[in-house]
C-alpha cells in the first residue's frame, strides 16, 4: 500500500495477472530513468538496468512512453543525448497531472487505460494515477524487477513483427499528424498515402501473427473464434480450405501482417468461416478488398459464396463491411448469422489501393 517502506507494485487486479495485458510502460524521468534531478542542475546518470527493462520490452512488442513533470526541452534534449530518445512514444513533458498525461498518450495510441502500466518514484504521483485512473497498473520503481518478471507485462505472442511494433506506431503517429493537417477529402488523404495492399496464402512463418490476430483482432472480426498455431497450419495444408494472410505498406513504412481469412472449398457454396482485419486499419478501407478477392475466387470456381457471423457485440463495423459487399442474411441462430453473397454485384478495390496477389 502507499506509505510502506516497501514500496510494493500497485496494481487494480485482484488474484492472478492476466498474462500480456500491459501493452504500454509508461516512465517517470527524475530518479526513475536516470539518478537525479535534471532541473535542479544534477548530473544525472542513466540507469542501465531500467533502460535495459526498456528495451527489452520494446523488444518483445510493448510499448514504452514518458510521463514527467519537467521542462521539455531540456529533458528531451538528454533523452537524445543518452541515445534514447527514440524508444520513446508520444512522451509527455509537462507539469500536468500525470494522469492527465497518461490519457493523452492512452488516446494517441488508441489503447485502454487498462492496458497502460506507470513506473514513478515518488509516493503521491503513484497514489494521484492510482487514484484518477485505477485502470492502470502503478509501479514504485523500487519494485520494477519484481513488475516486469509478471505475467501482464509479458505478451501472450513474440512474433517477427513484435520488435517492430514501436516502428509501425511512429509511423502511424506521423500518419495521423499529417491527417490533422491534410486539405482534401478522406479519399484524397488515403490517395496520397501509395497504399499497397497485398494477399496471399499463408506461410508457416506466418502463422504465430496469424494466431495473434484471431486473439487481438475484435472490431473487424466476423465469429470471434481464435485459432491455435497447430490449428492454422493443418487447414493451411488442407487441399479442401483456403488460409489467406493480407499485410499493407504505405509511404510511410509497414502495416505488418493486418488480415486473414479462411475458407472452405466446398460446393456448391464456399464457405467463409472467418475473415479479420486489424483495428490498425479499419479507417483504410480495406476490409472490403479482401473480402472482394474472396468473392472473385469463388466466382471463377463457379461457386456461391456463404459466410458465417457472429454478433459479439463488438464487431458492428465487419457486419457493415459484409453489407456493403453485397452480402445479406440467409438464416439465424440467435447471435449467430449465414449470410451469402451476391457475386454478380462485386465491388472493385477503391482506386486509392494498389492490390497484390501473391501465389
Same mark, same amino acid.
Given at each position: ?61 510493448? &510499448? ?14 538528454? &533523452? ?92 502511424? &503517429? ?32 506466418? &502463422? ?95 461457386a456461391g459464396l456463404h459466410a458465417d457471423f457472429v454478433e459479439t457485440g463488438k464487431n458492428r463495423m465487419m457486419q457493415i463491411t459484409y453489407a456493403f459487399s453485397g452480402f445479406r442474411e440467409i438464416s439465424r441462430d440467435g447471435s449467430q448469422v449465414m449470410l451469402a453473397a451476391d457475386l454478380d454485384s462485386r465491388q472493385p478495390a ?10
Amino acid at each position: 500500500m502507499i506509505g510502506s517502506t516497501e514500496k510494493p507494485v500497485l496494481a487494480p487486479d485482484v488474484g492472478k495477472p492476466a498474462a500480456g495485458r500491459i501493452k504500454c510502460v509508461v516512465w517517470d524521468l527524475d530518479n526513475t530513468l536516470w539518478d537525479g534531478v535534471l532541473l535542479e542542475g544534477d548530473a544525472v546518470a542513466i540507469r542501465p538496468a531500467v533502460v535495459g527493462h526498456v528495451r527489452r520490452l520494446d523488444s518483445i512488442g510493448v &510499448l514504452n512512453s514518458i510521463a514527467s513533470k519537467n521542462d521539455r526541452a531540456t529533458a528531451m534534449a538528454k &533523452l537524445r543525448a543518452l541515445g534514447i530518445a527514440e524508444l520513446f512514444l508520444f512522451p509527455q513533458v509537462c507539469w500536468n497531472a500525470k494522469s492527465d498525461s497518461i490519457r493523452q498518450i492512452a488516446a494517441k495510441l488508441n489503447l485502454g487505460l487498462g492496458a497502460f502500466a506507470f513506473v514513478d518514484d515518488q509516493e503521491f504521483e503513484l497514489a494521484e494515477v492510482a487514484s484518477a485512473l485505477p485502470q492502470v497498473t502503478c509501479v514504485d520503481i523500487a519494485a520494477i524487477e519484481e513488475a516486469v518478471a509478471r505475467p501482464d507485462f509479458r505478451p501472450r505472442f513474440v512474433t517477427d513483427e513484435s520488435a517492430q511494433r514501436r516502428g509501425m506506431y511512429q509511423s502511424q &503517429l506521423t500518419r495521423d499528424d499529417l491527417e490533422a493537417d491534410f486539405v482534401g477529402t478522406s479519399e484524397e488523404f488515403l490517395a496520397s498515402l501509395d497504399l499497397q495492399f497485398t494477399i496471399g496464402p499463408a506461410r508457416r512463418e506466418d &502463422l504465430q501473427r496469424a494466431e495473434e490476430l484471431t486473439v487481438r483482432t475484435n472490431q473487424l472480426n466476423s465469429t470471434g473464434k481464435t485459432y491455435s498455431y497447430d490449428e492454422l497450419d493443418a487447414l493451411r495444408e488442407s487441399p479442401d480450405h483456403l488460409l489467406l494472410v493480407a499485410s499493407l505498406t504505405d509511404r510511410f513504412g509497414c502495416y505488418g501482417k493486418i488480415g486473414l481469412a479462411l475458407v472452405e472449398k466446398a460446393m456448391p457454396d464456399w464457405r467463409l468461416h472467418m475473415m479479420l482485419m486489424s483495428c490498425r486499419v479499419m479507417s483504410r478501407g480495406v476490409g472490403m478488398v479482401l473480402l472482394g478477392h474472396i468473392m472473385g475466387l469463388a466466382h471463377a470456381a463457379g461457386a456461391g459464396l456463404h459466410a458465417d457471423f457472429v454478433e459479439t457485440g463488438k464487431n458492428r463495423m465487419m457486419q457493415i463491411t459484409y453489407a456493403f459487399s453485397g452480402f445479406r442474411e440467409i438464416s439465424r441462430d440467435g447471435s449467430q448469422v449465414m449470410l451469402a453473397a451476391d457475386l454478380d454485384s462485386r465491388q472493385p478495390a477503391p482506386s486509392y489501393v494498389t492490390v497484390e496477389v501473391t501465389e
